[in-house]
């Protein structure tokens, strides 16, 4: 049995996670989905004083009030740039660190370094100064029905924080042996893209693909399930 730690993307709760969850424990295994502070059903402890450290310390307490080790850890879109920090000041606890269509920053790197430009680059929210709106679901591909519901429902301004902070790293995350990296290709190109193109020839990386858009938990969470379950050593 493994354990899997499911850290999500922007504007959204660890709700996303839920079809993948449902089918790690299915095949007998562990499942942690924290949600970030200020976020899901967390998002009334938005400040503007949460920034990307707080989001990399939730995980950490998670990690360390659970007594976890030898676990996969996992980020999607934003929860790239939390895991990257996570990884890092805990490498010898961690047996796989899996990126599904996120960000993968280097020392120093916000993620608002990170966005292409001329790419879908996220704003504040109208009359805010500290509140990042939530993309449109377009952004990410051609929205299923239930996409566009839970965007609807579900999201939420981010702060500000979370995003223009840059993520320190001390090369911890370099003892990581296990690496993925899981590609949604549609449409092409997308924001990450450029990770992918970076990754796929460096040694240590094994690489995927989906032909679907960015939520690929709920386009193709049966696909995403089996390449999160051959992340395990």
Known sequence: MATFVLV?????GSIVWKPIEERLRKAGHE??????????ERKHLA?????????IRDVLGV????????????????????????????????SA???LDAFVPENGQSLANLVPAGGPAPALESGSDWRV???PPETFGTP?????????????????????????????????????????NVPSPTTFTQFYEKLKNRPGWTMHTLPCTHMAQNDMPNELTQMLLQAIP
């Open 144 to 184: 299923t029905p239930e996409v566009r519901a839970f965007f609807e429902k579900k999201t939420s301004p981010q702060p500000a924080g979370t995003m223009i902070q840059g993520v320190a790293l001390t090369g911890g995350i370099d003892r990581v042996k296990r690496k993925t990296y899981i590609y949604c």
């Open 97 to 99: 660190l899996v990126y």
């Open 47 to 55: 400040t503007r004083e949460v920034d990307l450290n707080t989001h």
């Open 8 to 12: 999500h993307g922007a504007w959204a």
């Open 133 to 135: 709106a939530p993309l």
């Open 31 to 40: 499942v942690l989905r924290p949600t970030l502070t200020g976020l899901g």
């Open 63 to 94: 990690i360390d009030y659970e007594d976890l080790a030898n676990f996969v850890l996992v980020g999607h879109s934003y929860g790239g740039m939390v895991v990257t920090g996570v990884a890092d000041a805990i490498p010898d606890k961690i």
